[in-house]
């Protein structure tokens, strides 16, 4: 079953335009509750970005080295390749998350935060961190559909996770539905 480049350029660029939006989606939505919450939120994103680099480092390696062994119609050896890589990146997020969750403060400090900006980017870090694991998941197995020529199942995951973002957002940032409003807490 032989896929044309466009038939899976559209899903792959739709995942990851989607991908890229969840963040800007907080930031957007914070700077109607506050200016310094949604620059410290853009802020932070900048650092979590650098350790999803690692993450997608392992996940294109796994997509290569599973389509080759695909094209040479070796099930078993993609199959084996996939369960090491989901172990290796849930490792790499549980060290990732960790480094995120225990070094937020010196982080911030080596990228020059304001002071102004300081605690916010740092309480949205801390949350952060806690997802990296089930980020580096995520990712490993939206390489491996994408290899197996199935990118429309994340797109439309991608597509789902980023309007309950919005909506979660909008609850938990501005306190609807009788909850509390957390700021930049509600974002993360």
């Known amino acids: 079953m032989q896929k044309k480049l466009h038939q899976l350029f ?31 939120v853009g802020n932070a994103n900048t650092i979590l970005g650098m350790f999803m680099v690692m993450i997608n480092i392992v996940v294109s ?33 549980m060290m990732l998350g960790l480094l995120l969750f225990f070094l937020t403060k010196p982080l911030l400090q080596m990228v020059n935060t304001e002071i102004e900006l300081f605690e916010y980017s740092r309480i949205y870090m801390k949350w952060l961190s806690l997802s990296v694991i089930a980020v580096a998941f995520s990712n490993t197995v939206a ?11 994340v797109t439309y995951v991608v597509i789902s996770a980023n309007i309950f973002n919005v909506i979660g957002n909008y609850v938990l940032i501005y306190g609807k539905l009788g909850l509390p409003a957390l700021g930049v807490e509600g974002a993360a």
Not at 11 to 31: H, Q, V
């Open 10 to 40: 559209w899903p792959i660029f739709i995942e990851l335009f989607f991908f890229a939006l969840m963040g800007t989606a907080d930031t957007l939505m914070l700077s109607n509750y506050s200016d310094y919450a949604s620059a410290a």
């Open 61 to 93: 390696g796994v997509a290569v080295v599973m389509s080759q062994y695909l094209g040479a119609k070796h099930e078993t050896s993609a199959k084996k390749t996939l369960g090491t890589s989901l172990i290796l990146n849930v490792l790499i997020g």
């Open 143 to 153: 390489a491996a559909l994408r290899t197996y020529g199935k990118p429309g199942i």
